[in-house]
């Protein structure tokens, strides 16, 4: 089981940015998980909400601003001190600074408009090629990226009373979304009913589980067979799961 820095590690760095992937790195991880959206000129940002106010010293709506102004937001004071000046990151400049041998989890939080800047990106990345798993809650998100980056590893997020619907076919539906658009695999909320019946429901594809900071949580989902889970914590996950 692969352990993902969840918006890098985000316990203890600020979120999305330089240092809290850095940190998950030298924490341990297999990878990292980080949320992009696309700037109002075409820049992908990695970025969770619609923005910037609860990550910065700034409000800028990203779709509605350039990236230029986007750079000049405070990312980190607003988690410690320590990481005043740090920016809000091009994806870009992730893919820089990240390993080859390390996994990169980009959950799209936009719609489909990001899925061209994202293709014509990450084909200068070739080094990357073989770690970059795509994924994103919206469905039409994940099928139109695994439709123009067929050569990527992609997954839908689905949550079981949210955006997967609770009913008697809820796990028939949720498979034949993931088959129906040739997908790799499966992301969803930790649930110790859910998670077992999707694993032996998809058993031939990846299956990734978030976000769990609790180490015996994690040692369940070892147990279970998932291929990936995501943490605040790795740290803390990897000294106890291994």
């Known amino acids: 089981m692969k352990i993902i820095a969840h918006r890098g590690a985000s316990f203890l760095a ?38 910037t106010a609860r990550t910065s010293d700034k409000l800028f709506r990203a779709d509605e601003t ?4 986007i750079e ?9 001190s320590k990481f005043l000046g740090e920016r809000i990151p091009s994806l870009d400049a992730v893919l820089d600074f990240m390993p080859e041998n ?7 939080k936009c719609g489909t408009e990001i899925i061209p800047f994202l293709s014509e990106l990450l084909r200068t990345y070739h080094r990357h090629a073989d770690n970059v ?11 139109e ?26 796990y028939d539906h949720a498979e034949k979304m993931v088959r129906r658009a040739n997908l790799d695999g499966f992301s ?30 994690a040692l369940f989902y070892q147990e279970t067979g998932v291929d990936s889970l995501t943490t605040n914590r790795p740290e803390r996950i990897i000294d106890i799961v291994f």
């Open 102 to 108: 390390r996994d990169i989890f980009i959950e799209i």
């Open 14 to 51: 600020p979120e999305n940015t330089i240092s809290a992937f850095r940190m998950g790195i030298e924490e341990g991880a297999d990878g990292i998980e980080l949320d992009v959206r696309l700037t109002s000129d075409g820049r992908i940002i990695a970025l969770h909400d619609v923005t």
């Open 66 to 69: 350039p990236f230029r102004l």
């Open 145 to 170: 990226a695994k439709r123009l980056l067929p050569e990527y590893k992609t997954l839908w997020i689905g949550e079981f009373g949210y955006n997967i619907q609770i009913e008697d076919e809820m």
């Open 72 to 80: 000049t937001c405070d990312a980190g004071s607003w988690k410690s």
């Open 133 to 143: 798993v795509i994924f994103g809650f919206g469905y039409d998100v994940a099928a």
């Open 188 to 217: 969803t909320r930790a649930d110790s009913v859910h998670v077992p019946v999707m694993r032996e429901r998809l058993k031939d594809l990846h299956l990734n589980v978030w976000t769990v900071d609790d180490p015996a949580e």
